[in-house]
């Protein structure tokens, strides 16, 4: 017989929802920055340095938005919900998870924070009611790759890290989750983890 999953943990923002490269190249556009100015913003040492303060909770998304939009040099209001303004759900990967969820495996969501206010990202996806549980990185103080996130998730899951699975779009994530035991997949098509997710839990093809 086959491995038998009984956890399933996910990534939020290129997982769950469309694709981050993509969904900041529309920003982009749309509010007339150079294409690319974001990303190389967010690989200086200020932009590094403003994400992981925000995801570690040690400061608010507004003074994210101060913050990164000095970089930008444009107006920071609101900027982290402009920035996400064409961020869409993953239907095909939220599917899987329902259904997932629905034979009995345990769900997890584990997300770096992007903040709450004054734009909430997870809003309209409720984490509470459609996931057994929702870890975000600023209620901890903790954040991914740092192992001890994930053994957090697998404490609140109840699961052994030999029996989950985990999905995320950032390669750098996934090393500590298999060093764990967890089975991991680099996320970077939604049809495509959709499927890969299908055939490991055992689920019925669409």
Request: one cysteine or more; a negative charge; hydrophobic letters at 45%.
């Amino acid at each position: 017989m086959g491995r038998r999953f009984r956890g399933l943990v996910l990534d939020f923002a290129g997982v769950l929802t469309s694709n981050m490269v993509e969904t900041i190249d529309m920003f982009e556009a749309r509010e007339r920055v150079l294409p690319g100015r974001f990303l190389k913003a967010w690989a200086s040492q200020r932009g590094q340095e403003l994400y992981r303060r925000l995801e570690l909770g040690e400061i608010s998304q507004k003074e994210w938005n101060d913050g990164f939009g000095a970089l930008l040099g444009i107006d920071p209001g609101n900027l982290m919900g402009r920035v996400l303004g064409d961020l869409m759900p993953a239907h095909d990967v939220l599917k899987v998870a329902r259904e997932a969820r629905t034979a009995g495996v345990r769900t997890a969501v584990l997300s770096n924070s992007l903040g709450r206010e004054p734009f909430d990202p997870y809003g309209r996806y409720d984490l509470a009611g459609n996931f057994d549980v929702a870890v975000l990185s600023s209620d901890h103080g903790i954040r991914k790759p740092d192992p001890d996130i994930f053994a957090l998730v697998l404490e609140r899951l109840g699961v052994p890290a030999e029996a989950c699975i985990f999905a995320d779009d950032t390669e750098e994530n996934l090393v500590p989750a298999a060093g764990m035991g967890m089975t991991v997949i680099h996320a970077l098509d939604e049809r495509e983890t959709a499927a890969r997710l299908r055939q490991l839990l055992g689920l019925r093809s669409r």
